[in-house]
């Protein structure tokens, strides 16, 4: 940021509730610095997720997710006409796509620490 300036002129409020305020107030603490001081020097770090496009890709999960649900479903129910290993080898590569599209990376641990 450019340091120059005279006078900065622009104010942003923002409400928050309690707990966000609690947060906040302890991690510009943490930092020894005021909340103003580290939103104005670390706001532009923060990352920002387009809540339209994670409602369509959860939506999107969540129909591959009940599509797989009903192949697995089919070959339990129809085990002697499907070939068990086409059907594993299907899912393994309908896998690989999914991973591949929504930037799931094989090398990175799950949510609950094990691997994918």
């Known amino acids: 940021m450019a340091q120059n300036r005279t006078r900065r002129e622009r104010v942003i409020k923002v409400r928050v509730y309690d707990d966000q305020y609690l ?3 302890a991690k510009a603490k ?3 610095m005021t909340v103003t001081e580290m939103l104005r020097d670390h706001g532009d770090q923060i990352a920002v997720v387009n809540r339209t496009d994670w409602r369509l890709r959860t939506y999107q999960l969540a129909a ?3 599509c797989i649900n009903q192949i ?3 070959a339990n129910t129809h085990k002697g006409a499907a070939d068990a290993h086409q059907v594993v080898v299907s899912l393994l590569r309908l896998e690989r796509v999914i991973r591949a ?3 799931l990376d094989a090398s990175h641990p799950g949510p609950d620490g ?3």
């Open 23 to 25: 947060f906040l107030r």
């Open 30 to 32: 943490a930092a020894g």
């Open 64 to 66: 591959i997710g009940n």
């Open 72 to 74: 697995a479903r089919w």
């Open 101 to 103: 599209e929504y930037g």
């Open 114 to 116: 094990t691997e994918p």
